[in-house]
Structures are given as C-alpha cells and as structure tokens.
C-alpha cells in the first residue's frame, strides 16, 4: 500500500486523526522537502506523536522516517516496489497531489496495480490565496520564477497572457534544498528580472506601477502579506522564504476591500490590465508605418523591366487600402481585424517586391 500524506500548511500540528493513525502503523515514512521546506520543527513534532526515529542513513534498515531528495522520488522504483509488500507513506508539504512530481508517481502506482491512497489537506496555493481575500475562480496561469534569465522571459509571457483577459497571476518563487542548505529566491530578484524583460518588450505588463502582493511563510507564526506596487516594494527585505507572488488583474471592488483590510497595503489596488497594450495594438502601431514607408520606395524606384512604373499597379492601392483598414480598426478598438488588415498589405507588397520581373 502507497500513500500520499500531506503535512498541510500550519506543520505538523496540522495533521488530521486519520494521517496520524496511517503514521504510527506504516512501515516506512519517506518525507520529501524538495516541493516547498518542512521545517526540522516539524519532524521533531512529528517523530514525538508517533513515536519513531527519523534517519537519513540508507543503510539503516531499521528506520521508519527517512528524508529523501527530488531524484528519489521522481525515480520512485524503490516507493513503489516497497509499496507491494508493506505500508509505505510519502510525506509532502501542502496537498499531496498539487506537486507534478507526486502526481506522476501516483500515476505510475496505479499502472502498476500498486493500492494506493490520499490524505488531502490545505494546499500552500489555496491558502495564499484566500489569505489575500482574492476570488480564486480569476487566476489565470500559474508559474515558477527560477534564478536564470529566461525564466523571467517565459514568467512575463504568462503574465501578460493573463492580464490580456484581466486574470491574476500567481507566481511561485523557486526553493532548493541541497545538503541541509535552505534557499529562496527573493522577491527583489523577481521584480529586477521582470522589470528587465519589461524593458526589452516593453508590453506594459511589468512597470513600477503595477500593484502586486507579497506572501511569506504562509501558515506559520511568521507569515507575513503586503500588497502595493512594485516601486514601493522594490527594495523591502521581505525576509526567509518561502515566498509567493501574485501580480492582480482585474480587481472586483470586494477584492480591493479585501486587499487593504487583509494585507499590509502599501498603496491602494488598481486594475493593472489598464497598464497593458494589447499585443495586436503593438504589432499594428509597429508595423503599420514600415509597410507605408515601403509602400511610397516602391511607388518611386521600382519598375518593371519593361520600365513600366509602379505607380498604376492596383496590387499596391490594394495593400495601401489594407493600411488604412487597419488604423482604422484599431481606432475602433478592433485590434484583431487590424492585425488581419496589416498582415494583408505586408503580404502583397512582399509578393510584389519578390516577383521575378519586378527591378529595384
């Protein structure tokens, strides 16, 4: 028998009877700490209620509480061979079935006839989130902001996909733990790398202005929310981690009273979608004046080899047409058709500039 326990968010003290009484009478506990950190309180608390020793000796095979790391988990074959013959738990922060990691062993437990079974609780996501007094049914995306740069590129195209419909965006922040080293990524690191690729795109999605919430160390004694824009927030030491970012979209009016009673708000909420140019209005705004530049070289220089001029070509006052259609549309705040319309133009006039017979 396999099963998946989670710990919850407020530690072990958060354990439900039935997670408890699975604890004293299985045969091994293996508790993971690579999805977000259990703190070595919580194993001394869990090992004082149910009574066994925690040991990360692999030779120890008298141990019932062993610690493991991500590659034991996600290689699994020792979990799920265990799992045939004895009662074997796999501890995890959180809900047991939020990580993918977890999720893909479960998968494989069943292919593999192994009986398994789940003790939910409190998701560290959920929780957050109603901690902020945000409406959960209006998040978009979620991701994970790593360390690297292009983390940062992939975070902002989430983000800007989710302000687009007026979704919030919630960003986890990444945690390692390697030889008993604990590490978080800051939330400055955060703010730095986006407003960086903001700089390189410059889509509005991520500006000084943009109101944010900071969330730390959800479900302890110390956790901590603040919520305003990132300009105020920038250089705030938000202390240990683990720390979770949610950028808001479109704000309902009970969610900013939410956010101003509930959290330690800096400055009022604001809709941050309003930041935002739509992708399409950029491309157009862009594009639209090359094509008409391209459009008046071509009306002056080229001609055919006949030296027939360019000038009479109905291909060409076709395209202008098409230019004219798409500033038309983005005047109407129709920017799909615009960028149908520009898209358009530029294809005839390519067509025309590659033509065999055409001279520059």
Not at 103 to 116: D, I, M, N, P, Q
Not at 229 to 234: D, E, G, N, Q, Y
Not at 247 to 267: P, R, Y
Not at 311 to 326: D, M
């Amino acid at each position: 028998m396999l099963w998946f326990v989670g710990i919850g968010v407020n530690g072990y003290k958060g354990l439900s009877i039935q997670a408890l009484e699975v604890l004293k009478n299985c045969d091994t506990i293996y508790f993971e700490r690579f999805t977000s950190a259990i703190s070595d309180d919580d194993i001394h608390g869990l090992n004082s209620l149910i009574k066994k020793n925690c040991t990360d000796d692999d030779n120890n095979n008298d141990s019932v509480i062993r610690p493991v790391d991500r590659w034991f988990v996600e290689d699994g074959r020792a979990i799920l061979d265990e799992s045939k013959s004895k009662e074997i738990v796999l501890l995890t922060y959180g809900d047991p079935l939020v990580a993918t990691t977890l999720t893909e062993l479960y998968v494989r437990a069943v292919k593999g006839s192994t009986k398994v079974n789940i003790i939910h609780n409190a998701s560290g996501i959920t929780s957050l989130i109603g901690e902020t007094g945000l409406h959960v049914y209006k998040f978009g995306r979620t991701v994970t902001m790593m360390s690297d740069f292009q983390s940062a590129i992939s975070v902002y195209n989430v983000l800007f996909d989710n302000l687009l419909v007026g979704s919030h965006t919630l960003v986890l922040t990444e945690y390692n733990s390697d030889n008993n080293k604990l590490f978080f990524l800051d939330p400055r690191h955060v703010f730095q790398a986006l407003s960086k690729v903001e700089q390189d795109l410059k889509y509005g999605a991520f500006l000084e202005e943009t109101f944010v919430i900071i969330a730390s160390r959800i479900g302890t004694d110390q956790q901590k929310i603040i919520s305003g824009k990132v300009k105020s927030l920038i250089n705030r030491d938000f202390g240990t981690g683990p720390h979770s970012i949610i950028i808001t979209g479109s704000l309902h009016f009970t969610e900013s009273d939410a956010l101003t009673t509930l959290t330690q708000n800096v400055d009022d909420p604001h809709n941050n979608p309003s930041n935002i140019l739509k992708l399409a209005v950029c491309m157009v705004e862009k594009y639209a004046p090359r094509a008409k530049y391209t459009l008046a070289q071509m009306r002056s220089t080229m001609r055919f080899e006949d030296d027939t001029t360019m000038q009479s070509i109905p291909i060409l006052n076709n395209a202008e047409s098409y230019i004219e259609y798409a500033e038309r549309f983005l005047k109407q705040g129709k920017p799909e058709l615009a960028v149908l319309s520009i898209g358009y133009a530029e294809g005839l006039i390519d067509a025309i500039r590659f033509q065999k017979d055409v001279c520059l």
